[in-house]
């Protein structure tokens, strides 16, 4: 029994990138052609994650990076200003910064919020918290999930960059949802490489 259990513990479960690759020749290609891989690390801290994908709310993915810039600019190291307990952004500085009035409350109040979140992360139900924050809907929490927390069976259909990717890699009638079946365990995976196959800077 025991060496049984020693065998079963050596077997590794299938890299992302190589069960994508079986399935889907379509993304195959895609892999094999990005010379960056998906990282299952969290990138930064989740809070300033957040605020940076609430600022690419409805906006071009440079449009995008150009606030989140301004924001380090004008702010100061931001993931030290938000590691604070309670942290307050002036909502009029964040205007500045080139962020609606809907946006800057948001990202206000994720900061002021910032302790709660991060320890609501860590346990069930979390979304819940995020949803009741006004500005934060579907596409953002789900990009969240993907580009802040990593998780990797996450499909965010709705998303126009992800559209777009899969109209130029798999034809114009393709439909996401039908192709999304094949990459579970890994759709946000899936999703990174067809958004790092438009050749855009990722968001967070």
């Given at each position: 029994?025991?060496?049984?259990t020693?065998?079963h513990?050596l077997?590794?479960a299938?890299?992302?990138?190589?069960?994508l690759?079986r399935r889907d020749p379509?993304l195959a290609?895609l892999i094999a052609?990005?010379p960056?891989?998906?990282s299952s690390?969290?990138?930064?801290?989740p809070?300033?994650?957040?605020?940076?994908?609430i600022?690419?709310?409805?906006?071009?993915?440079?449009?995008?990076?150009q606030?989140?810039?301004?924001?380090h600019?004008r702010?100061?190291?931001?993931p030290d200003?938000?590691?604070?307990a309670?942290?307050?952004f002036d909502?009029?500085?964040l205007r500045?910064?080139?962020l609606?009035a809907?946006r800057a409350?948001?990202?206000?109040?994720?900061?002021?919020?910032?302790v709660?979140?991060?320890?609501?992360i860590?346990e069930?139900?979390?979304?819940?918290l995020?949803?009741?924050?006004?500005?934060?809907?579907?596409?953002?929490?789900a990009m969240?999930?993907?580009?802040?927390?990593?998780?990797?069976?996450?499909?965010p259909?709705?998303?126009v960059?992800?559209?777009?990717?899969?109209?130029v890699a798999?034809g114009?009638?393709?439909?996401?949802e039908?192709l999304a079946e094949s990459?579970?365990?890994?759709?946000?995976v899936?999703c990174?490489?067809?958004?790092r196959?438009?050749?855009?800077?990722?968001?967070?």
């Open positions: 029994m025991h060496r049984t020693e065998k513990s077997v590794r299938p890299i992302p990138e190589s069960s690759a379509v290609k052609k990005q960056e891989q998906w690390c969290e990138p930064h801290d809070i300033w994650g957040l605020i940076k994908l600022a690419a709310q409805q906006v071009s993915t440079s449009m995008a990076l606030v989140a810039e301004r924001l600019t702010l100061g190291p931001m200003r938000i590691l604070r309670n942290a307050i909502i009029e500085e500045a910064c080139g609606t809907r409350a948001c990202c206000a109040e994720v900061a002021a919020r910032a709660e979140i991060r320890n609501a860590t069930p139900g979390w979304p819940e995020l949803r009741g924050i006004k500005g934060i809907g579907p596409w953002t929490l969240f999930q993907i580009a802040v927390l990593r998780h990797e069976d996450i499909l259909e709705r998303d960059g992800l559209i777009r990717a899969v109209r798999y114009p009638d393709a439909q996401i039908a990459w579970r365990p890994y759709r946000s899936a990174w490489y067809l958004w196959s438009l050749g855009n800077a990722p968001l967070v």
